[in-house]
């Protein structure tokens, strides 16, 4: 809401500095948005109160050497006169008509001012200089519109009314100051000049004073030549109509004009000016008919026919149901209620008579009417808010003086008035034991009082611990007691209340152990290199498809019902596609990526409405293992074995037991480097997720074709329900020994299946095995391979014998060749 | 030449000797030539028998000081000696300190991980512990319960995305605040006292711009029990944003208007950028908005199982992306879902 002060000064002495006055509405909830001067000294343009001056056009002549130049005569001063070289289309009318006998009032800007460039689009300041314009000396002009910084217009020079005062310096006569304000849902009654000088009174011990306009009326009453009927009594609470005959159409005041621009509104003509100057006056929307164009001279409020059809002041046609509510003669629609006109009974050129609607809707079919017809204006922000019913009164007096004054009408007597509502007075009884428990702070019912009537709450005290406070009618929005608390806490100040310590009682503290371990993977992931994403929960099937074509299935999905774009289109079902497309650009950008994302994925349930939102865990890597540098120039690049050691180090962390990892088929990892991660459940064996290499035709989908990508993503509830916490075991005092054994199986024979053998025959001394060389060569034989352990064993309770480590030896090597077919290696 | 004139002699050519060496070899050749098992002062000794038995022991006693100052010489050049060949080893050994070191790869957690990190840990220090909730939520759960009826102006704060469902079905949507979790937490807790803290991810129906994001984080809190106050509110956010902020950080206190709050507040620290003064950051207005709050609604409270007349409860929330925005100087939202490297390195 764009507040001019020069405006709000007619309700309410403003007392104060604007910056002060702009605080002390900010603490109160009506947060400033910005201050705009106008003209003056803290203006984008100021106007130099010596230099830029309201004067008066005597005489325009020709310019003797330039077709499209005339020379002004202007009186800048009393007595002062000075000839003016102009180009300005609006003075050609006045060439050669010598002394003019009326006033023509304009701007006058001498030497030394400072104007915007009225010839380029962008505002550049200019100081006006003397120069000879086609040999006459040129030290001074009249000013557009836009040189002035007023607006956009340089089609001519600005011209003011007859009464401005010569000499006045034009700062004086429209500078002004304009406060924008944030006004918040439940603050409908400050969206209004009158509504906002009633909050600034209450903040700042001022008086508020109402317009009470005085109408002269003659002709018949509205009351015998109009009638109204509301059929839907329930969403018209109160509607009025005034009728004003005889009008004029013309321009509206200069100063009406200048008022609805600083308010952010563009003039059009006397009869839409007026109306809207009222709404943004008194915050009562209305809508001016043509009387004539009203069948049999009868309003009536209905719903709408079915198909029914109406074409808006916007030249759209709008199909209509019976939930829409329109205002209607006997034959046809005339408006849609509260939200826009009709063209039907557009007000035009030829209207000669006028009927004024002011009225109230229910807000709740404002809104659904302006947001299905995507039409939200003025009027409907402020019905779907609340409109004072009360207003009403005061706004169509109002109305009927200004299109009297304004516009040359004849105001017919009355008004005509169906309230379908009663007037309803809410009292609410307010304790002061009810503010403390609310606010903390101790107030008598006199205080609370003295807060609250400055703001038109009526409070009766009843004793010093109660009173009952009467609501207004412009304040729909408080109904109950904490809506006051809030009142008092505002006008008291919310600065000035205490700041304390909670002294209710701690709620039970219990871990949440879910969550703990959650930050411990992002620790020991971060931990090993990975660098934490978090990507869009929102997707699209192509994305999935990228993965595995066999996940593009829609109906497995989530769907929006409004997206905003086809790429954020469906909840996702796995991290790892929206991952890899950010892999994708650090492969392009930095050569390598290693990322990993912990979040939720979303998955439809046939039994419930929504979806099971089950945690994963995503893992990328690609690219250089290390940074390249002096130190390694060029660093070997990422395989199955890197994602496999973060796996292997997120379940070490984890004290992960019950779990092994087995080959997997799955359809997005290069067969012969994909891996499962099975988990020893309760309930059996589990697959906690897939981890290995991405499959050459997925990486071409991701953009990634010529290095490996290492991918994992798991079930991580799962995989943290399996934790557990370490168990120390004791170190031993004794030394150890080692031994080493090289094993030539078939490759087919698994590294796992060999490493389980040998601890199964070594037994409780083995205190560490080491896979240290994995060798195959033609001298081993096609199929063959070779693993060399480093056996460490160690007893806890004594040193171990040679003797022993090499019938212990023996025995391994005995009972992993008879198990395993392996052979010692020769 | 007497025999202490020769020792005298040998003594001096030792010393003369020894001012030469440079090597540890050289010093081994010279301390078994003069100081040695064959050495000269030990075949000059055998000579002492043929001394008159009077004149023995001051021989004796002179041979003795005469190797007590050789020792020592050669003690002394030898540690010169080695010295020398640490510091010619040292010399080879040294590298060029500026040179790269080796850098460990660690990875960096996401900057509004560390945020959320940041104010979970202070409210825990309050007593509020982490709950939470689902990001699918059905229309009721997400606005009716909050005091945020179909058709309501204040539905405008919130531009939403739907979830299709069947015709007729109750409407399911993205969370557009972690505000529902509030919901969920009451109810667990009621008619005990409840004190939890909703992080969480939250979604809106909005153009992406370097300022607005269409998915985001939210931290939202929650305070019931039977004495709660406003100033209670009041004191538990001045008390985080010292924690964040620093201590004496100046806080402002603005109504504001949430349909789940009333009275609701919007809480202003000053601009740490410009210490108040007005910036670019700040919009000139020496503050920055850091949560909205308020107490709880009476309605939303019945909602949640608490009867309003006994109970009180105040409820706040907070952008953590901002406030990484802010304590960063980042300036543009965009970064933060992009999963983009350089980006998420820069952050420790
Ligand atoms: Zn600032």
């Excluded at chain 1, 009225?118 to 040999?135: I, Q, S, T």
């Excluded at chain 1, 809508?287 to 309003?299: K, L, Q, R, S």
């Excluded at chain 1, 409780?764 to 070779?786: C, P, Q």
Aim: proline share 5%.
């Amino acid at each position: 809401m764009r507040i001019p002060l020069s405006w709000l000064r007619e309700y309410v002495d403003v007392t104060i500095p604007v910056a002060e006055l702009a605080e002390r509405l900010t603490r109160s909830g009506l947060e400033v948005d910005s201050i705009e001067h106008i003209g003056g000294t803290q203006a984008e343009l100021p106007w130099d109160p010596a230099l830029v001056l309201v004067c008066n056009i005597l005489e325009v002549t020709q310019h003797p050497n330039a077709d499209r130049l005339v020379l002004a005569t202007v009186e800048y001063a009393p007595g002062n006169t000075h000839t003016v070289v102009t180009g300005a289309p609006n003075l050609y009318e006045y060439k050669g008509l010598g002394r003019l006998t009326h006033p023509l009032k304009s701007v006058f800007a001498r030497e030394g001012a400072v104007l915007f460039d009225g010839h380029v689009a962008e505002k550049v300041k200019v100081k006006l200089k003397g120069k000879p314009v086609r040999g006459v000396m040129s030290d001074a002009m009249l000013c557009s519109e836009k040189e002035l910084g007023l607006s956009e217009e340089h089609e001519g020079i600005l011209i003011l009314p007859a009464d401005a005062p010569v000499g006045m310096s034009l700062v004086e006569y429209i500078g002004d100051t304009v406060v924008d304000i944030d006004v918040l849902p439940n603050m409908a009654r400050t969206l209004s000049l009158v509504g906002m000088a009633r909050e600034i009174a209450a903040l700042t011990n001022q008086t508020l004073r109402l317009p009470n306009p005085a109408v002269a009326t003659s002709g018949a009453d509205a009351n015998a030549t109009f009638k109204v009927t509301i059929a839907t009594p329930e969403l018209c609470p109160r509607f009025t109509a005034s009728v004003v005959r005889n009008v004029t159409i013309k321009p509206s005041p200069f100063w009406m004009q200048r008022r609805l621009i600083m308010a952010g509104m563009r003039p059009i003509n006397n009869i839409v000016d007026i109306s809207n100057y009222v709404m943004l006056e008194l915050g009562t929307p209305n809508h001016t008919f043509d009387a004539d164009c009203v069948a049999e001279a009868h309003i009536v409020v209905r719903n709408a026919h079915a198909d029914e059809q109406l074409k808006t002041l916007d030249g759209r046609t709008h199909t209509l149901n019976p939930s829409h509510l329109l205002v209607c003669d006997t034959t046809k629609a005339l408006s849609v209620a509260g939200v826009m006109g009709g063209e039907s009974s557009e007000v035009s050129d030829r209207t000669q008579n006028v009927l004024v609607e002011a009225a109230v809707w229910e807000p709740t079919i404002i809104r659904r009417m302006s947001t299905a017809f995507k039409l939200r204006s003025e009027a409907s922000k402020r019905f779907e808010r609340g409109v004072d019913t009360e207003m009403l009164d005061l706004a169509q007096r109002r109305l009927c003086q200004l299109l009297h004054d304004y516009a040359d009408g004849v105001v017919a007597p009355g008004m005509v008035d169906v309230r379908s509502v009663p007037v309803r007075d809410v009292t609410i009884t307010l304790t002061n034991a009810e503010v403390k428990r609310i606010l903390g702070l101790d107030f008598t019912a006199a205080q609370i009082s003295d807060l609250l009537t400055p703001l038109g709450f009526g409070c009766t005290v009843n004793t010093s611990t109660s009173l009952e406070v009467t609501v207004p009618s412009y304040r729909r929005d408080v109904s109950h007691t904490a809506d006051l608390c809030e009142e008092v806490a505002r006008m008291f100040g919310y600065d000035n209340l205490p700041s304390t310590i909670m002294a209710d009682e701690l709620p039970t503290q219990r871990t949440n152990l879910a969550l703990e371990r959650e930050h411990f993977v992002r620790d020991v992931l971060s931990g090993a290199g990975l660098n934490e994403a978090i990507t869009y929960s929102l997707t699209s099937l192509a994305s999935a498809a990228n993965l595995d074509p066999a996940e593009a299935d829609a109906t497995n999905y989530l769907h929006l019902a409004n997206p905003l774009s086809s790429e954020r289109e469906y909840m996702r079902r796995a991290i790892l596609p929206t991952l890899l497309e950010s892999a994708a650009v650090n492969l392009r950008e930095r050569g390598s990526t290693r990322l990993f994302e912990v979040g939720r994925v979303y998955h439809r349930r046939d039994d419930a409405i929504l979806p099971a939102e089950p945690l994963r865990v995503a893992i990328v890597m690609a690219g250089q293992r290390t940074n390249a540098s002096w130190h390694d120039a060029v660093p070997e690049t990422v395989d199955f074995f890197d994602i496999k050691g973060v796996v292997e180090l997120l379940c070490e962390r984890l004290q992960i037991t019950s779990i092994r990892i087995a080959p997997s088929d799955a359809d997005y990892l290069q067969p012969g480097r994909a891996a499962q991660l099975i988990a020893h459940t309760g309930a059996g064996e589990v697959v906690i997720g897939h981890f290995g290499e991405l499959h050459p035709d997925a990486r071409e989908r991701f953009a990634m074709p010529t290095v490996r990508v290492a991918v994992a993503e798991f079930a991580l509830d799962t995989l943290l329900e399996l934790a557990n916490v370490p168990r120390y075991t004791s170190i031993s005092r004794y030394p150890a020994s080692s031994q080493d054994l090289a094993l030539v199986a078939p490759v087919t024979v698994s590294a796992e299946t060999i490493a389980a053998s040998i601890r199964k025959y070594a037994g409780a001394a083995l205190s560490s095995i080491e896979l240290f060389d994995v060798y195959t060569g033609a001298n081993l034989g096609e199929g063959m391979r070779s693993l060399a352990y480093r056996l460490t064993f160690r007893s806890s309770e004594r040193t171990l014998g040679d003797d022993e480590i090499t019938k212990l030896r023996a025995k391994i090597i005995r009972g992993v060749e008879h198990e395993t077919g392996a052979k010692m290696r020769a | 030449m007497s025999i202490i004139d020769q020792l005298a002699a040998i003594e001096q050519a030792a010393l003369a000797a020894l001012e030469t060496i440079t090597t540890s070899d050289a010093i081994g050749e010279w301390k078994s030539n003069y100081l040695g098992k064959q050495g000269a002062i030990a075949k000059l000794s055998r000579e002492l028998g043929t001394l008159p038995s009077d004149q023995r022991p001051a021989a004796g006693q002179r041979f003795n000081a005469v190797r007590a100052v050789l020792d020592e010489a050669f003690a002394a050049r030898e540690a010169t000696i080695s010295q020398a060949a640490q510091q010619q080893a040292f010399g080879q050994d040294a590298v060029d300190v500026t040179l790269p070191g080796r850098l460990p790869v660690v990875g960096r957690l996401h900057p509004s991980t560390r945020v959320l990190r940041m104010i979970t840990d202070i409210f825990a220090d309050m007593g509020f512990q982490v709950w939470e909730s689902p990001e699918v939520e059905t229309d009721t759960l997400n606005f009716g319960l909050l005091n945020i009826p179909e058709d309501h102006p204040a539905r405008d704060m919130w531009d939403t995305f739907y979830i299709e469902t069947a015709p007729g079905a109750e409407k399911v949507l993205l969370r557009t605040h972690t505000s529902p979790g509030q919901i969920h937490a009451m109810r667990a807790h009621a008619p005990n006292p409840v004190r939890v803290i909703l992080p969480g991810k939250c979604y809106r129906y909005e153009q992406v711009t370097t300022r607005h994001e269409m998915m985001f984080h939210q931290v939202e809190g929650i305070a019931v029990g039977q004495h709660i106050t406003f100033s209670d509110l009041k004191g538990t956010l001045i008390g985080f944003a010292e924690r964040l902020y620093g201590a004496g950080t100046k806080t402002r206190f603005r109504p504001s208007y949430f349909p789940f709050t009333e009275p609701s507040v919007e809480l202003d620290v000053e601009c740490f950028l410009c210490k108040g003064a007005g910036c670019r950051i700040c919009k000139q207005s020496g503050w920055l908005e850091v949560s909205g709050a308020g107490m709880i609604h009476p309605t939303v409270l019945r909602n949640g199982g608490y009867d309003p007349d006994v109970y009180s409860g105040f409820a706040f929330g907070m952008g953590p992306e901002r406030i990484t925005m802010l304590r960063h100087g980042i300036d543009d939202i965009r970064w933060f879902f992009s999963g983009d490297e350089r980006f998420l390195q820069q952050f420790v």
